[in-house]
């Protein structure tokens, strides 16, 4: 009898088991079948990016509108996320919950992306122009409104007129090395000291060369004067929706 109860007993387990586990996968399937839904009606939504790089105020409201959204789950589940940071091991509840946030933050930033009739390239775009300008205007805070390419062109002009001076150095060194108090280990330490130098002087020119390669990396990373105003007048939303990490789970 005992048998024939433990017997019943671990079926139903695992019947119930089996059963939890299709209600799991009928509702991710449906989940996933109403983010499908979702994308194509807020991708059907034409965008081309401006050919000036000017971002329009409304545009980026609706951009922020959609991070609040998300940004309402990720603090909804704040404290479920953190403790399942702290776990050392991941067992299959955690698995299962873990997915169960990021399914309702996906679903939570197609809603907004189909409700705003903003398509997936344009929030894509913003994303990258968002943090593009938030390092632009950090970098006009620090250099007195100068760009990007300002200022790595005059630090890597800074750079190479160091390196070329070396070669004034080591033109001293020639006429010391012959010093006749010298010892034949500062007489030796000398001599490599003067070739280290003259190849420096050999890789200012080298790196001369290259500064028009090098300002026209920086220059990519420039943005108009009217982001760099726009992005300080929302500032605060900005970087309260940021959540870090949320591009790579593609949020």
Do not use: C
């Not at 019943?8 to 119930?16: R, S």
């Not at 109403?34 to 409201?61: H, M, S, W």
């Not at 997936?120 to 913003?126: I, Q």
């Not at 160091?162 to 012959?178: P, Q, T």
């Amino acid at each position: 009898m005992a048998f024939l109860v433990a017997g019943v007993g671990l079926a139903a387990a695992v019947f119930g088991g089996l059963w939890w586990a299709k209600g799991k996968a009928e509702q991710f399937t449906a989940r996933e079948s109403r983010i499908e839904d979702l994308r194509k009606k807020a991708n059907a939504v034409p965008f081309t990016p401006p050919a000036d790089g000017v971002i329009r105020e409304v545009r980026l409201v609706k951009f922020l509108d959609v991070r609040k959204r998300v940004f309402a789950v990720y603090v909804k589940h704040k404290d479920e996320m953190d403790a399942i940071s702290k776990k050392e091991k991941g067992d299959l509840s955690t698995i299962t919950s873990g997915l169960g946030i990021l399914n309702e933050a996906r679903t939570a930033r197609a809603e907004a992306l189909a409700d705003l009739s903003m398509s997936e390239d344009e929030y894509n775009f913003l994303v990258g122009q968002v943090y593009k300008t938030m390092w632009a205007s950090e970098v006009a805070r620090e250099s007195a409104g100068k760009s990007v390419s300002q200022v790595t062109g005059e630090a890597y002009d800074k750079s190479v007129e160091a390196m070329g001076r070396s070669g004034e150095v080591a033109d001293k060194l020639k006429g010391a090395e012959n010093d006749p108090r010298l010892t034949p280990e500062q007489r030796e330490q000398m001599e490599a000291t003067k070739k280290a130098l003259e190849e420096m002087q050999k890789g200012a020119g080298e790196a001369k060369q290259r500064s028009g390669e090098v300002r026209a990396r920086a220059k990519e990373l420039d943005v108009p004067p009217a982001n760099i105003a726009l992005f300080r007048k929302y500032e605060p939303e900005i970087k309260k929706y940021a959540m870090a990490g949320m591009e790579w789970m593609g949020l």
